[in-house]
């Protein structure tokens, strides 16, 4: 039997076939719950291929939403500078740079010159946003009440290159400049191989264990409570890179410890490449204590739910007009909704062994064992005590935590060159005029390294009578102890004591902790006479006379503060061929009834520092009085003089714009 002639399909059943799916995702997607199409879909379908099927065949009225932001221009202003106007606002120059080598075109980063930027910034990282922005604007707003440093996030529209504004992320860029303004003295921001800026040491003294120059960063060192903060915002946003150190960490010189930092997501995948940073985030990650800290941390928060609830939904209503750049308002609100309660549920049910890896107990720090030779001074469990008598000191000593020394009136110490005594417990010195404590070099030749005392922050420090000099610095672990006594997170008191040539960058430091210092002379300094920073306290009754010319590096200062609240009456400082009283990084110094004879200048109030100046002598300086800021986003200085005498001096004042001297001298009395 003969078959009939097959007929070729026409163009009509071609396009009715093609319409028959067409129309079938048509309806799909139009008759489709918005909760439904933000979930997670199968067979492997993504978020994406959705939302283009939804803005294709989705065809339901509906408000389609457009929000408003701060309005921030970039446009070309010749070479590789650019124009930035952020609002109404100030017209800044700056470069514009790629975020990272391998970044989105997209992302850039804007660098200004130093502290010149919007707000003090020197460098501002733009991150083009969308819905998926709203994360990174919920961790941020956890961040801020977590125990972790972090620039704030603005959301702002982006005109860029004359295009059509879109919505960007902005954030201040972690920089050497940021840790400047927003950290203590002591914290320096570490390099992405693990590296930190040392202190210049005019001279080298002693050193005991790790240096610190290159060696590993260890995971033990690490903050526990800013390391667990870290550690929870990276599993609220399935960040992996946080958790290997893309946002950085700062170095304390203080403790020796690291801080981790935080910053928005550029974006990247970030991947360990064993070394620098990421070994040591990921050890002190899976630390026992610290996925402790990260179970704290949720559990307070969890605590305030609704209250961040709360605070996410106020975010939402901000930040979504401006997000959904023009979408449908219902399928805008149901992806929302499925985002944050995702944060939500992260942020509050941490899992660490799943995200970070099962806990490490890390076993705790080797104790110090007591040197045998101090075996015959201990007189007590916890007290090395010195009577009077002479007594070599012919190697480093590290005298245990917890455990006091104590030199009673005439104790003598004679230093070996090159040797220090770091005590990890009180310090006492019992000395009296008819019969002193003395600490001497054996060599007048070489010098010894440093008195260097570690505290907890009230660790007593009680020294009289006192008669010291031939010492100079010492870098013990890492951390650097900059004078011939180091203090360290003490509670420090001295008086009575005659304290002469010292080489190294001070004679006396002190750092975080607390100062007082009454009826010494200070003679001979190499460097400073007095360095102090973050320290609370007063100076009275104290000489600072006959410097050493050797160094004379233009910050030198017999007294030099920094971040700092101190009272300093009726002191002298005759005779310096540098500055007498620098105030430096936002200290608050009290000065009345001193004396200031023929120094190069008298006082200098740098970097938002503020002083009184009341009833005090200014003969035959240089200059009397030099206020400016050296890092344009601390500000300025401020002084307020009343009462005080000035006869022979060479110039009044020298006040740059940022700075303001209140007071004009006595009349007839300025040179």
């Known amino acids: 039997m003969r078959k009939g002639k097959r007929s070729r399909p026409t163009v009509q059943a071609w396009l009715f076939a093609l319409a028959i799916p067409a129309v079938a995702l048509f309806v799909l997607f139009s008759l489709m719950p918005y909760d439904r199409m933000v979930r997670q879909w199968p067979l492997g379908i993504g978020q994406g291929e959705v939302m283009a099927y939804q803005a294709l065949f989705d065809r339901r009225p509906g408000q389609h939403v457009e929000g408003e932001a701060e309005k921030m221009v970039v446009r070309d202003a010749g070479g590789d500078s650019v124009e930035v106007i952020i609002g109404e606002g100030t017209t800044y120059r700056a470069r514009k740079e790629a975020l990272h080598v391998n970044s989105h075109p997209g992302n850039f980063r804007l660098a200004f010159a130093q502290g010149t930027g919007p707000g003090g910034a020197d460098r501002l990282d733009l991150v083009q946003a969308d819905l998926h922005a709203l994360t990174t604007l919920y961790a941020q707003a956890v961040a801020d009440s977590l125990p972790v440093l972090s620039p704030s996030v603005a959301l702002v529209k982006l005109e860029l290159e004359g295009a059509k504004a879109r919505p960007y992320l902005m954030q201040e860029a972690i920089t050497p400049d940021f840790v400047l303004k927003r950290a203590a003295v002591a914290m320096s921001l570490m390099g992405p191989d693990g590296s930190v800026e040392t202190e210049r040491r005019s001279v080298v003294g002693d050193t005991i264990g790790n240096s610190g120059d290159g060696s590993p960063v260890q995971g033990a060192r690490f903050n526990p409570e800013a390391t667990a903060a870290v550690g929870l915002l ?160 012919d190697h480093d000593l590290v005298i245990p935590e917890g455990i006091a020394v104590v030199l009673e009136k005439g104790t003598r110490w004679f230093m070996a060159p090159g040797v220090s005594v770091v005590v990890n417990g009180e310090f006492h010195a019992r000395g009296t005029d008819l019969n002193p404590v003395f600490i001497r070099p054996q060599s007048e030749a070489a010098p010894w390294g440093a008195i260097a005392v570690n505290g907890d922050g009230d660790t007593r420090v009680r020294i009289r009578g006192m008669r010291i000099s031939g010492g100079s610095d010492l870098l013990a672990d890492g951390v650097y102890h900059g ?155 401020t002084v307020k003089e009343a009462g005080n005498s000035y006869v022979g001096n060479g110039t009044f004042k020298e006040v740059d714009a940022a700075s303001t001297l209140e007071g004009g001298g006595v009349a007839g009395g300025v040179q």
């Open 234 to 393: 990276a599993y609220a946003e399935h960040r992996n890179g946080l958790l290997l150190g893309e946002a950085g960490a700062m170095s304390d010189r203080v403790t020796g410890g690291i801080t981790p930092l935080y910053r928005m997501d550029h974006g990247m995948a970030y991947e360990e490449n064993g070394t620098g940073l990421a070994p040591a985030f990921r050890e002190a990650m899976t630390g026992a204590t610290v996925q402790q800290e990260i179970d704290k941390l949720a559990e307070r928060l969890r605590k305030d739910s609704a209250n961040w609830a709360a605070r996410l939904l106020a975010i939402d209503s901000a930040a979504v007009p401006v997000l959904a750049n023009g979408r449908n308002i219902g399928l805008v609100q149901a992806e929302v909704d499925r985002q944050r309660g995702s944060f939500l549920q992260r942020l509050f049910h941490p899992a660490p062994e799943r995200f970070i890896g099962a806990p490490v107990k890390q076993s705790p720090p080797a104790a110090i064992p007591l040197d045998p030779w101090l075996a015959q001074f201990r007189t007590q469990p916890d007290t090395l005590r010195f009577v009077r008598g002479k007594y070599n000191i």
């Open 483 to 637: 004078g011939m006594l180091s203090f360290l997170r003490t509670d420090v008191t001295m008086d009575h004591c005659d304290i002469a040539e010292a080489y190294g960058a001070a004679t006396v430091s002190a750092r975080r902790g607390r100062f007082r210092m009454a009826d010494c002379v200070l003679a001979n300094a190499h460097g400073a006479f007095v360095s102090l920073a973050e320290t609370e306290g007063g100076i009275q009754r104290t000489a600072f006379i006959l410097p050493d010319h050797t160094d004379m590096a233009p910050d030198r200062a017999a007294l030099l503060l920094r971040s700092c609240k101190m009272d300093v009456s009726g002191c002298s400082f005759a005779d310096l061929p540098f500055t007498a009283l620098r105030l430096a990084r936002g200290s608050e110094v009290s000065v009345s009834n001193c004396r200031f004879t023929g120094n190069a200048v008298a006082l200098s109030a740098l970097d938002g520092s503020t002083a009184r100046v009341n009833g005090s002598e200014f003969s035959g300086n240089g200059k009397v009085f030099v206020l400016r800021h050296e890092h344009a986003a601390l500000g300025g200085a």
